[in-house]
């Protein structure tokens, strides 16, 4: 377990519900990866991103599929792929990542309370 944080630490963490609309192969990745275009509603819109998923995933079924995201992290540069957001997941036993399920529909941009 990480150390404990406070309440307050974890209400700057802005983590948002989206929508992938384009999910393609990263080819120029160090490690196996997508790129993915994420909707995240009118307020926050569009967003890229780079993820580590190949081993549960493939493109055409990521699509339209929701995911969270945290969406207040300074854009990382991964090749020539600017990531936007991060897209969250957990490791599986054998340390492939699982996307973190939403099991309802949820409108695009709604922050996780």
């Known amino acids: 377990m990480s ?53 549960h995933y493939q493109p055409e079924d990521l699509v339209g599929r929701q995911i969270m995201a945290v969406v207040n992290f300074p854009p990382r540069q991964i090749g020539p792929v600017r990531s936007e957001v991060l897209t969250l997941g957990f490791e599986d036993e054998a340390g492939a990542i699982v996307l973190a399920a939403i099991d309802k529909p949820i409108p695009n941009g709604r922050k996780l309370m």
């Open 3 to 55: 150390e404990t944080i406070t309440f307050a630490d974890f209400e700057r963490v802005d983590i948002r519900v989206g929508t992938i609309i384009e999910a393609e192969v990263f080819p120029e990745a160090r490690k196996p990866a997508y790129k993915l275009k994420i909707d995240f509603g009118p307020e926050i819109g569009v967003k890229k991103s780079s993820a580590q998923i190949t081993v």
